[in-house]
């Protein structure tokens, strides 16, 4: 089953007030660049359970849901990664 | 021209929130409610597995493990819950701006002018149900009718995750053969009384005569009779952007007046005592601390003071009251009421920001130590503990504001 996991982003913050992701961190240090956001919406993670901000990211060609909730990042981890 | 009313009902609302927090609770029976250690408290929600093995909400623990003894029962994260309907709101908000709220789970919305911007009144109870479940990830029922009590019935008529019609066409069959008990304001009391009319259903309840009805449930009578035949026209109140409570305070007409202010210390130690633990209960601490005083004379005054962090705990409601009143009285006429008030409210749990000059670890025990006192209260009584200062006098210090306290319910024909 999927587990929910916060992860560490870093992020661009626009002069307008946009936020864009620009890599996800993982807890050993390993840092994954984020290629396109392809789509921001509100939605819920029913698998990883949790409701906030969705960003579709591609990372390495593959399409990731990386979600804002409240101040915090989490993504739809499975078996670990 | 006839309204568009939704009455938006979250399906079991604490429940459906902490299963999708978490995915262990969605296959087993479980139920949101208070103390499990303790054993003591009740069910304030349940998911649908719970509700299959019998488990009601509103009944003590115990008798819900009895039912279902495999039953996981979690404690309420009443700030989570916030969030969801704040996030839920948010939907509604996009759609009208008139949203009256009924409950923490529940609103009404006029859609009167809007419906027709975004199709038809069904397709845009069905829009908002499907945003609910993607958005937020939890489900709603929702009734749409012409008027507030039947939309309210609708949403209760099919669940979960679901839209009822109800409309001057079909109310006769969806609304008459109700049991009269599930219209608004139909209580214990009132169903008796009915159901020794002869009234058993919303439908009895519409064909009886209104002068008799009047006659033997007074005024309410007729209000009972005008809802069952869905002539109810409340309006629903333009949304509100503050929280319902903005502030909670107590004042007392003192048994005798009060000359210094070893005296004003003493009422406004059992004062704080009230209103801290009135916070607590609601979840919530206020960074504005007030103080009202009334002399002999009745004329009065007020002052206040901001604290630099928000507190829910009597000692420092009470310091803080104290040196207002410290400062502003001059005792050249005896008091005769004195008031606290805490204001600027927030929800208890959240983020705090932490200060040099206070010891965050001295606050947790404080916090404690008033809770323990508050729990020993509510078992044996108010003055089973007590404040040294509070024995100096105690006729002024022996009223419980808090039990004494009459909370009156929100009104339906409010504004």
């Known amino acids: 089953m999927a587990k929910k996991i ?24 390993v840092k994954y660049a984020i290629d396109k956001v392809t789509q921001i919406t509100k939605a819920a993670s029913t698998v990883a359970g949790g409701t906030g901000i969705r960003y579709t990211c591609y990372i390495q060609g593959q399409p990731r849901y990386l979600y804002l909730e409240e101040d915090r990042w989490f993504i739809e981890s499975h078996k670990g990664g | 021209m006839e309204r568009v009313i939704f009455h938006c009902d979250l399906n079991n609302f ?48 115990w ?42 789970d529940e609103v009404w919305m006029d859609v009167t002018e809007s419906a027709k911007l975004f199709g038809d009144p069904v397709e845009l109870a069905d829009t908002i149900r ?15 009718s012409f008027n507030k009590v039947f939309a309210k019935l609708g949403s209760d008529y099919k669940k979960p995750d679901a839209t009822t019609v109800i409309t001057p066409q079909n109310m006769e069959h969806i609304v008459f053969p109700l049991p009269v008990e599930d219209l608004l304001y139909v209580g214990r009391a009132t169903t008796q009384k009915m159901h020794l009319m ?44 503050e929280p319902p409570v903005k502030s909670i305070g107590n004042s007392t007409t003192c048994p005798r007046d009060l ?30 601390i007030s103080v009202g005083v009334r002399d002999i004379h009745l004329h009065g005054y007020t002052r206040q003071i901001k604290l630099q962090q928000a507190t829910n705990l009597s000692d420092e409601i009470a310091k803080t009251a104290m040196e207002l009143f410290e400062s502003n009285i001059d005792f050249s006429t005896p008091l005769r009421s004195i008031g606290i008030k805490v204001s600027d409210l927030q929800v208890d749990g959240g983020p705090q920001q932490l200060t040099l000059f206070r010891d965050p670890h001295a606050q947790e025990r404080a916090l404690a130590l008033e809770t323990a006192i508050e729990k020993i209260r509510d078992k044996y009584g108010f003055t089973s ?24 319910p929100e009104s339906y024909f409010k504004g």
């Open chain 2, 259 to 288: 000359a210094n202010l070893q005296d004003v210390k003493i009422v406004a130690f059992v004062l704080a005592e009230s209103v801290a633990a009135r916070l607590k209960e609601a979840h919530l601490m206020g960074s504005v």
């Open chain 2, 63 to 104: 008798q819900a493990m009895q039912k279902c003894p495999n039953l996981t029962i979690v404690k309420p994260n009443f700030s989570l819950y916030l969030r969801f309907s704040r996030l839920v709101r948010e939907i509604y908000a996009d759609y009208t701006d008139r949203i009256e709220s009924f409950g923490i």
């Open chain 2, 14 to 61: 604490y429940a459906s929130v902490e299963c999708l927090h978490h995915p262990q609770y969605r296959n087993v029976p479980m139920a949101v409610g208070g103390d499990v250690e303790k054993r003591h408290g009740i069910i304030l929600a349940k998911n649908m597995l719970a509700k299959k093995a019998g488990v009601t909400t509103g009944e003590a623990l």
């Open chain 1, 6 to 29: 916060y992860v560490d982003v870093i992020l661009h913050h626009s002069k307008e007030g946009r936020i864009k992701p620009l890599a996800i961190v993982w807890a050993n240090g």
């Open chain 2, 385 to 408: 503990v007590q404040r040294l200062v509070m024995k100096e006098d105690p006729l002024l210090s022996s009223f419980n504001p808090k039990h004494d306290h009459v909370i009156f």
């Open chain 2, 130 to 144: 499907q945003r609910i479940k993607d958005e937020v990830g939890i489900t709603a029922s929702i009734g749409v």
């Open chain 2, 198 to 241: 002869g009234i058993y259903t919303i439908g009895d309840c519409a064909r009886t005569d209104v002068g008799l009805l009047k006659r033997r449930l007074g005024q309410w009578g007729e209000y009972l009779w005008r809802f069952a035949n869905g002539l109810d026209n409340s309006p629903v109140l333009v949304h509100q952007q």
